[in-house]
């Protein structure tokens, strides 16, 4: 794979592509449409690193995942605006997801993000997953996290593929 070989998809963000907002998320080309995501994405829902997509023609930025990676992704925000005080969370959560083989996927070079993107194999157990959270939310800046590919689109209903 060389670089040339990487594109950036627009991965509608609100579930359907009606309302205009989406991300650009590095993919590679699987051929046939499909494509494999490089990065699990901050706000496009239901896809993490590694999954497989294939995007749904003339519904702009719409797509189904054919295969899933194993891969969970977590959407960290924090409050902080304070470029030092940011540094050391990022720093002490990211270390925190990298004891359990979770790795940063985004916004640890915005200079004004209050979100965290990491990918976490989901065969570390959620409720490992959920145990690092509680460390990473005792920061006083911390806000809340969530699953960006565990929930259906109510947000409530399990998708359950990682059974």
Partial sequence: MTGADITYLELAVDGDGNEGRFEGVPAVPEGDGRFKVLASPGFAPGVAAGDIIEMIPDQRGRF?????????????????????????????????????????????????????????????????????????????????????????DDGVTPLNWWL
């Fill in 64 to 152: 189904t995942v054919v295969t899933r990676s194993g891969n969970l992704c977590l959407q960290v925000f924090f409050l902080n605006e304070d470029m030092e005080d940011r540094k050391r969370v990022l720093d002490r959560a990211t270390a925190l997801v990298r004891s359990i083989g979770g790795w940063l996927d985004g916004g640890k070079d915005a200079k004004s993000s209050h979100l965290i993107v990491y990918t976490i194999p989901v065969s570390v157990g959620l409720p490992e997953v959920e145990r690092v959270m509680t460390e990473v939310s005792k920061e006083p800046t911390f806000a809340s996290w969530m699953f960006g590919n565990v929930y259906a």
